[in-house]
């Protein structure tokens, strides 16, 4: 480049310069560069046009710009997280301050953020410069390593790629004591440093601080004392390393791998007899991050689209969508596939890189969102003048008719196609669905004028329509109906495509004759009766005659039938009983036992009964002595009997052995229940032997008058002899 002498920086430098992208900007670069061991011209930049000198490009006229000073020999650059702008970061000369400046499509932000941490950068006099050693950002953006030659340290930074903040030191002893180089494997997982004539490891996941210091491993070394220099990542995803004065660059074949198992082969890449010093060319870090990449229609039913951000240096590619089901279609080769997941949910895919011989692996958790739900419903035919609503409603969604209207209901009432589209307001995902209506002419008929029929008769309404259903006033779906009744009648008939149409007829009644003959009665022997309506028209009784008047004078159900002028007929019946003159009797008087009841009944029916407790039931239950009367009554009269009832007793015989006579009518009287029908003899006998009492015929009225107190003894026998009893009855006052 013709203006490209003069430029500052160092070859002694350790990270001399890097070159920057213009975000947004494809023919402009930013050249950044750094002085040696913390000298006056410290941080500059330059801008490089590539589409002067013709396409060969040109330093502008922006040259060798000082941002900072002084700084340390260090500065590295990584993407921002929003994968478009860029950060600058160096470490200042004689301080702790880290410099990270933004570069976005605006151009370079010349006031960078200062981030206090960690271990200052420092000359320690004759013992060495701080100024030395590399530093490099994780290709993932999260982290920054660093060395200090002559403290021997090892210092690991967390990184904001947001922000831009450096935070959280951890600081590592160079045991070796000359520290130079340092650089991430591809994933960041590991940290690579050059010390001499050694190579170290540290496992940046191996936990806690103080368990990632403990990882601190040596695993490969010089069998001569040549020094270990730079160590740079590439895009074939292997670790290269400087050997002073060597005619090969050592390679760490397998970066991401723990201990010696990274396959550190010290001879790995012949420069074809050209010799190597201590440095490597500094890069953006972002560029040797595995490519990532991203997708597009995330909508079940629709084919995702995936695409890698860069392709640049993939030689082949794998891909793994995590969704069995598609079978053969679960993997592609294309770098740029499509695939139609089978259902929605949670897909985990998997992109395998092969670029220069090394695989590398991005997986990524899709979500294939479900569509709206929609179902608009069959096909439908409509009559004219009705219109059916087509409900689209389901939550979250946005709703396009065919009409444009965006409402999630649609009245529509002409022969048309009708659709709509629902899309997802969160995921913007679409459904749609089509319905088809169609609208036709309903069936033409007429039930006739309204019109009358006698009561009690019936008018037949019969319909022809071929093909179409029928559906009456009183739910029945024949093609005709009987009408027995007054009343609004109506039709529906539906034809063949659903149209429906109706008719209503009114029928009246023609009023029927009365024709009353009068309440069912009742009549006396020798008593006639006449039977009339007294009405103009047609009789005929049931005994075939056909007179106005019918004489009655037995019983029986007598009916007529009438017909007026108008032909509408009625009947009427009656009946006609006879009753008789009563007789009856009740039993003659009797004598029943003592707890036992006997019914009184007359034996007739059909008649008004009055007993002498006012009760007028047909039977009398008697359950105590006394006199007893029935009153029968019917159309014809009256009649009364009357029964006397008394009661005896019909037990064994008791005798009491104790009675009270003290006049308190309670067991005065020495009762003995079983001699009242029969002749029986007493004799009372006191203590003394002495006969105070005796009767031919005791009528249980011994009461012990002037008796005093105390046990008496009794002959009780019949006056035949047949039976005799004797005890004792205690005489109490």
């Known amino acids: 480049m013709p203006n490209g002498g003069g430029l500052l920086g160092d070859p002694s430098s350790t990270e001399s310069a890097i070159v920057v992208p213009y975000p947004q900007r494809d023919s ?31 330093i502008t006229d922006d040259k060798n710009i000082p941002l900072e000073t002084p700084v340390s020999e260090k500065v590295t650059a990584i993407r921002h997280q929003n994968k478009e702008d860029i950060w600058l970061i160096t470490h200042g000369w004689e301080t702790d301050s880290f410099f990270v400046y933004s570069i976005t499509e605006t151009g370079l932000n010349t006031e960078p953020l200062i981030f206090e941490v960690g271990y200052p950068h420092e000359d320690i006099g004759l013992i060495g410069n701080n100024a030395v050693g590399y530093m490099r950002v994780a290709p993932n953006g999260e982290k920054i390593a660093l060395v200090l030659q002559v403290d021997k340290l090892i210092e690991i930074y967390d990184f904001d790629n947001s922000t831009g903040e450096v935070s959280n030191p951890i600081s590592i002893p160079d045991t070796a004591g000359g520290c130079y180089g340092v650089e991430f494997s591809p994933d960041a997982s590991k940290l690579y440093i050059t010390s001499l004539y050694h190579l ?3 496992d940046l996941l191996a936990g806690t601080p103080e368990e990632i210091i403990d990882s601190y491993t040596l695993i490969g070394s010089s069998d001569v004392p040549i020094y270990f220099g730079a160590l740079q990542l590439a895009t074939d995803g292997k670790i290269y390393m400087c050997h002073k004065f060597s005619e090969y660059l050592g390679v760490i074949n397998n970066p991401t791998e723990l201990g010696t198992d990274c396959n550190f082969d010290l001879y790995g890449q012949y420069l074809g007899g050209r010799t190597s010093q201590m440095g490597l060319p500094n890069f953006i870090q972002t560029y040797f991050l595995p490519p990532d990449f991203t997708y597009i229609d995330y909508c079940y039913k629709d084919s995702t689209i995936f695409i890698i951000e860069d392709i640049t240096n993939i030689d082949s590619v794998l891909w793994n969508f995590g969704d069995p089901s598609s079978n053969l279609e679960n993997t592609s080769e294309l770098f740029s596939p499509k695939h139609l997941f089978t259902q929605v949910g949670d897909f985990q895919v998997i992109l395998t890189i092969y670029r220069g011989g090394v695989a590398y692996l991005k997986e990524l958790i899709i979500k294939i969102n479900p569509l709206p739900e929609i179902d608009l419903g069959q096909d439908t035919i409509i009559c004219i003048n009705d219109t059916i609503l087509l409900d689209a409603y389901t939550e979250n969604v946005n709703y396009l008719w065919n ?5 999630s ?10 659709w709509v589209q629902l899309s997802d307001i969160y995921t913007n995902c679409k459904n749609s669905d089509t319905i088809n209506l169609i609208v036709s002419s309903p069936p033409d008929f007429s039930l006739g004028n309204d019109t009358s029929f006698c009561l009690n008769d019936s008018i037949i309404l019969s319909l022809s329509y071929p093909n179409s259903s029928f559906l009456w006033s009183d739910f029945s779906t024949d093609t005709s109906i009987v009408i027995y009744n007054i009343g609004t009648y109506w039709l529906e008939i539906t034809d063949s495509i659903t149209c429906v149409n109706s008719d209503t007829i009114v029928i009246n009644n023609y009023d029927l004759p009365i024709v009353n003959l009068g309440n069912d009665t009742i009549i006396c022997p020798n008593t006639i009766i006449n039977l009339s309506i007294n009405r103009v028209g047609e009789y005929f009784w049931n005994n075939g005659t056909t007179n106005e008047i019918l004489t009655v004078d037995t019983s029986g159900t007598y009916y007529l039938f009438f017909a007026d002028t108008l032909g509408c007929k009625n009947n009427d019946t009656i009946n006609i009983s006879q009753k008789y003159f009563l007789e009856f009797s009740l039993i003659n008087d009797t004598i029943i036992c003592e707890d036992e009841n006997i019914i009184l009944s007359s034996g007739l029916q059909n008649v008004d009964f009055l007993w002498q407790d006012d009760s007028q039931d047909n039977t009398l239950t008697v359950y105590e002595a006394g006199e007893y009367w029935l009153k029968a009554t019917n159309i014809c009269g009256s009649l009364t009997d009357t029964v006397i009832i008394n009661y005896k007793y019909c037990g064994e015989i008791y005798i009491p052995n104790i009675i009270t006579p003290n006049n308190d009518n309670i067991n005065d009287y020495f009762k003995i229940k079983g001699i009242e029908e029969a002749e029986w003899e007493l004799e009372i006998i006191n203590r003394w032997g002495q006969t105070i009492y005796k009767t031919d015929d005791y009528l249980n009225n011994w009461k012990a008058e002037k008796q005093p107190d105390g046990v008496y003894f009794y002959i009780l026998q019949k006056r035949d002899y047949n039976q005799k009893f004797t005890g004792f009855v205690h005489v109490y006052h």
């Open 403 to 407: 009409d444009f209207s965006t409402d």
């Open 200 to 202: 170290y490891q540290i």
């Open 28 to 58: 402009l670069y930013y050249l950044f560069t750094v002085d040696n061991e913390g000298q006056e011209d410290g941080l500059c930049y330059s801008i490089i046009n590539m589409n002067l000198e013709g396409g060969l490009g040109n």
């Open 409 to 418: 209901v649609l009245n529509i009432y002409n022969t048309e196609t009708y």
